[in-house]
T-cell receptor, first 114, second 117 residues
Framework: KQEVTQIPAALSVPEGENLVLNCSFT??????LQWFRQDPGKGLTSLLL?????REQTSGRLNASLDKSSGRSTLYIAASQPGDSATYLC?????????????FGSGTRLSIRP | DVKVTQSSRYLVKRTGEKVFLECVQD?????MFWYRQDPGLGLRLIYF???????EKGDIPEGYSVSREKKERFSLILESASTNQTSMYLC????????????????FGDGTRLSIL
């Protein structure tokens, strides 16, 4: 059974710093890994999706990597801004052919200090 | 245990039809969400609601509307179904604030696989 863990649970850094959020998973037969952002009271916003055949994906200041052999994914945020403050979740979406539940990590609550 | 129930597991409709996808949760959650999931695109938020009769657009609201007449029920409506709306649709619910001040994780239904012919 897949388990997804995110450390740390909370992180506070000054504006402008580069930072890395960590996600680890127990089953290396992962299909996809997806990073989401969640603002309080809002739904999930998908940031990046890494498919099993890929090693990384980039969108703007965000870069996500996937290392299936070590069971790890990282989300790198460059030049952080106060608007980046949110909870960041990694998750293994169910395979498209199944309707099993999406498995989320517990999230990292990120605060960017102006 | 939280239960989020989607009315249909599989649904086949024709282009131009008005389609209703129903979702019911039994935990008195204020927040409810509709996502679609597509290969290569992952989960994308269509609409969400944080209270009865309240709704907000997500990332891809075009071609959809929603209805939240009762707290436990959140309906997704395809006004005039098109083939590009063939997808897996996932409903979720959550309570707005945990004692820690964070949103509780979202609880998902099993999904509705919708095919538009």
């Amino acid at each position: 059974k897949q388990e997804v863990t995110q450390i740390p649970a909370a992180l506070s850094v000054p504006e402008g710093e580069n930072l890395v959020l960590n996600c680890s998973f127990t089953d290396s037969a992962i299909y996809n890994l997806q990073w989401f952002r969640q603002d309080p009271g809002k739904g999930l916003t998908s940031l990046l999706l890494i498919q099993s055949s890929q090693r990384e994906q980039t969108s703007g200041r965000l870069n996500a990597s996937l290392d299936k052999s070590s069971g790890r994914s990282t989300l790198y945020i460059a030049a952080s801004q106060p608007g980046d403050s949110a909870t960041y979740l990694c998750a293994e979406p169910p395979g498209y052919s199944s309707a099993s539940k999406i498995i989320f990590g517990s999230g990292t609550r990120l605060s960017i200090r102006p | 245990d939280v239960k989020v129930t989607q009315s249909s597991r599989y649904l086949v409709k024709r282009t131009g039809e008005k389609v209703f996808l129903e979702c019911v949760q039994d935990m008195d959650h204020e927040n409810m969400f509709w996502y679609r999931q597509d290969p290569g695109l992952g989960l994308r938020l269509i609409y969400f609601s944080y209270d009865v009769k309240m709704k907000e657009k997500g990332d891809i609201p075009e071609g959809y509307s929603v209805s939240r007449e009762k707290k436990e029920r959140f309906s997704l409506i395809l006004e005039s179904a098109s083939t590009n709306q063939t997808s897996m649709y996932l409903c979720a619910s959550s309570s707005p604030l945990a004692p820690t001040g964070r949103d509780q994780p979202q609880h998902f239904g099993d999904g509705t696989r919708l095919s538009i012919l």
